[in-house]
């Protein structure tokens, strides 16, 4: 019985949740400053009056998003989405092959991506427009803006400092970066911008200049992303198809040519002078690393196994408590937006890796819901009423900071958008300026513990619900609406482990004293397979 009640807290922790694109919610542009919809009509070459105001700029891209930036190849001709289609390994309906409605309903149907997280991504530039830079462009641009990199300088990790520091970058040379303008590609020559489109299929533009080049790799950049990643996934099926039918047995019978032959068509680097069961080994490391099978799992079973055997019903209920809590956190992040995907992993250190899709980035997160957050990061600042966020802009020694807290009509999603960057200029900063940021969180979040949400407006309660990908249900009330944001910031900030607002931790609280007294009962035994998990771990 008690089971049952455990199990049903965990359950009723979800939340029905579907697409983050809903009726009255505002288009990426809308936020934009009226530089960036000017650029943006000026890159897919649709005049607008000058002078005009901004209502006149956002009537003209309204009429024109779905067809450039949602749905791109509805603006394709009969060529285009023909070879798109074969890219693809689709063939065209017999006699569709000059229908374009046809042709483009047909593209619609194995598009990259839904309207929804089209609609989605261009709330967040950041989170993709860099994927598709090579490792030296992403080095430039780190040394150019004196964005500092770990050593070794690898590409998960370049990438993660890059956007985090994409907004201070912006800031600091006085530029808007929700949809970039040339300063983003100042480390580039215009031989690497037309080697760009060449690698990514697109035609460099004739005649051609240097602002010319910028705005078809900046216009052309989803798309590349897109692709990018539908081939990655490509090439993923094939490697995991190629290693789950290379058994032990098949590995004991080749010999050192085709060993080799394999490792050689699966990309494995093998030293030279390796010997025979050198390779065998080399070629099951990199087997267990594709399909996830490795020690560290057969420790953890053994460790699984050493608990069961103290037969107490108590391991089990912890067991199934962990799992429910597991599965309701699994449930809600199954709709986080790949900006808070990312989000949750830089906030913890985790590369990102290039090319991630959203179904591996949940997966990523997955993998690390029990992983703490490492210190502060811009992201600290979204769940702060907008008292905390004014007083802190008021206080932090930026001027650009100090306007926007006194800027009339602002809204919270304006002064969050403030605060990060003015953290990110800091943290770049370091010294007495990053101290005072910090402090002033700690200061902020001690006290807005106990009534986060609670001063929030329901427009700013259902704002941030959908940065998370999370509708507001219709006719929520407001305490309701505090309540989901309430889940989805504990997630965030915790996984499904740390204070006592997670739904593991008031699950586990009910079945603590049971499970000390398992660990008790195993004794030497768990003792020895923790050992030996630890160790495999290391080892990998």
Not at 50 to 73: C, F, G, H, M
Not at 135 to 163: C, E, W
Not at 330 to 342: C, F, H, I, M, Q
């Amino acid at each position: 019985m008690r089971l049952t009640t455990i199990l049903s807290l965990a359950l009723a922790t979800n939340v029905a949740v579907g697409s983050s694109w809903f009726p009255g919610s505002k288009a990426a542009y809308n936020k934009w400053h009226e530089t960036e919809l000017e650029r943006w009509l000026s890159d897919h070459d649709l005049p607008y009056p000058t002078p005009a105001d901004r209502k006149d700029l956002e009537d003209l891209i309204q009429k024109n998003w779905d067809s450039y930036a949602v749905a791109p190849y509805k603006s394709w001709d009969t060529q285009k989405l023909g070879s798109y289609l074969k890219q693809k390994g689709i063939e065209a309906k017999e006699g569709t092959e000059a229908n374009k409605d046809s042709l483009i309903s047909q593209v619609q149907g194995s598009w990259y991506e839904t309207e929804e997280k089209a609609q989605n991504a261009w709330g967040s530039a950041k989170d993709w427009i860099l994927d598709t830079w090579t490792d030296s462009q992403l080095k430039a641009f780190a040394d150019k803006n004196g964005i500092p990199v770990p050593q070794p300088r690898k590409r998960d990790t370049l990438l993660q400092q890059a956007r985090s520091s994409y907004e201070a970058v912006a800031k600091k040379v006085g530029e808007t970066a929700s949809y970039p303008g040339n300063w983003l590609y100042e480390t580039w020559s215009e031989s690497d911008l037309k080697e760009w489109l060449d690698t990514h299929g697109f035609p460099a533009p004739q005649p051609s200049s240097r602002d010319k080049l910028i705005a078809s790799v900046r216009r052309n950049s989803r798309i590349a992303y897109l692709k990018a990643q539908d081939q990655a996934a490509s090439a993923s099926a094939s490697a995991n198809a190629a290693y789950a039918t290379l058994t032990d047995k098949i590995i004991d019978a080749w010999g050192e040519s085709q060993l080799k032959e394999f490792a050689d068509k699966n990309n494995i680097p093998v030293p030279q002078g390796s010997k025979l069961n050198e390779l065998r080994a080399l070629v099951r490391k990199h087997r267990a690393q594709i399909l996830g099978d490795s020690m560290s799992a057969s420790a953890a079973s053994a460790f699984g196994a050493a608990t069961s055997n103290a037969g107490n019903q108590y391991a089990k209920a912890t067991n199934d408590a962990s799992l429910a809590a597991q599965e309701a956190f699994n449930e809600a992040v199954g709709t986080w937006s790949d900006s808070r995907l990312k989000g949750y992993l830089d906030a913890r250190g985790v590369p990102v890796p290039h090319g991630s899709k959203s179904d591996e980035l949940r997966a990523i997160v997955r993998k690390n819901s029990h992983k703490a957050a490492s210190g502060y990061n811009a992201w600290t600042w979204d769940d702060l009423s907008v008292q905390n966020l004014k007083d802190y802009l008021a206080n932090s020694g930026d001027a650009a900071a100090k306007s926007a807290a006194n800027k009339a009509g602002a809204t919270r999603d304006d002064l969050v958008s403030a605060a990060q960057s003015a953290y990110s200029s800091a943290s770049t900063a370091g010294g007495d300026t990053y101290a005072s940021a910090t402090s002033y969180l700690s200061k902020a979040t001690a006290a807005a513990k106990q009534n986060t949400f609670e001063t929030w407006s329901e427009s700013e309660l259902k704002s941030y619900l959908d940065s998370y990908g999370v509708p507001a249900p219709q006719g929520s009330k407001i305490n309701e609406l505090r309540a989901y944001a309430r889940k989805q910031a504990t997630y965030y900030k915790y996984g499904t482990s740390g204070p006592a607002g997670t739904a593991f931790a008031k699950i586990s609280e009910a079945v603590k004293d049971g499970y000390q007294w398992v660990m008790s009962q195993v004794g030497a035994g768990s003792d020895a397979a923790m050992h030996k998990a630890q160790k495999a771990k290391q080892e990998l």
